[in-house]
């Protein structure tokens, strides 16, 4: 994995079984996977889905506060406000890229935290470290709440037990194939609108640390809920070039994908 070379604290243990990724008709979360096998697409393809009314539900939510900051689309389409259910995954991860445009990483990361913040009632923050200091319960109550509550941004996921400070917990999440970075296909995305944001937000405003650990070579991520995140300039991430292969705006001659600079 390129991203796991340097955090060495953190080990993962796959899961026994994989038949837990597939669709299964009477799970109370229903996997919304639309391929045959129930499972994401082979890696160059792009896996479908069945979202539905939930899953709508939050697209629209986080499109319709990210737009009021994305640059003009350029067909002219943002002119008219979409209604509550015109947005798809699609026209998400468009409102995500407008987003980016204009904006440094450390801009396009507060765009995240402003439009999260601006989703909590008024002192959410303070109530949530009361409710869940950074103790191991909390750590694997998150982790299990993460499965289904981030199953519409990120696709299928479960909870796998990793090694936190010598501990062994049920705080881990094992993303099989993330569903942002497969439609987008874009480092800087998965870095600046997702990954660190999310991981600030957790660590810093809620007082629960979460390091995310994303796998570029097969889209997969893990996330891990009591791990206190390594500064930006020891990321492995922030090495990574841009997957020119799918990246609409990939720069190929690069060494690092650009929208990582500062």
Request: aromatic residues 10%; proline residues 9%; glycine residues 6%.
């Amino acid at each position: 994995m390129v991203a796991l070379s340097s955090l060495q604290v953190v080990q993962f243990r796959p899961p026994q079984d994989l038949s837990l990724h597939k669709c299964r008709p009477r799970s109370f979360i229903k996997c919304r996977i639309a391929e045959p096998t129930g499972e994401p697409a082979p890696l160059g393809q792009k896996t479908k889905y069945m979202d539905g009314f939930f899953e709508k539900a939050f697209m629209t939510l986080f499109a319709r506060k990210m737009e009021k900051f994305a640059a003009p689309a350029k067909n002219g389409s943002a002119s008219k406000e979409k209604g509550w259910f015109d947005y798809d995954y699609e026209s998400f991860v468009d409102v995500s890229k407008r987003v980016m445009q204009g904006r440094n990483r450390k801009q396009q990361q507060e765009v995240v935290r402003e439009v999260l913040l601006s989703m909590l009632p008024p002192g959410a923050p303070e109530q949530f470290k009361k409710l869940f200091p950074p103790t191991k319960w909390a750590a694997e109550f998150n982790a299990a709440l993460t499965v289904p509550f981030f199953q519409w941004l990120v696709g299928p996921s479960e909870v796998v037990e990793v090694e936190v400070n010598g501990e062994k917990q049920k705080s881990g999440v094992h993303i099989k194939k993330c569903r942002y970075l497969e439609n987008s296909g874009c480092v800087g995305m998965c870095v600046n609108m997702c990954k660190i944001p999310t991981q600030d937000f957790f660590t810093n405003e809620f007082g629960l640390p979460l390091t995310m650990i994303p796998n570029f070579e097969d889209m997969s991520c893990e996330m891990v809920y009591g791990q206190v995140p390594p500064p930006f300039e020891e990321d492995p991430v922030v090495k990574q070039p841009c997957l020119a292969n799918i990246c609409t705006i990939a720069s190929p001659n690069s060494s690092f994908c650009p929208k990582l600079e500062a």
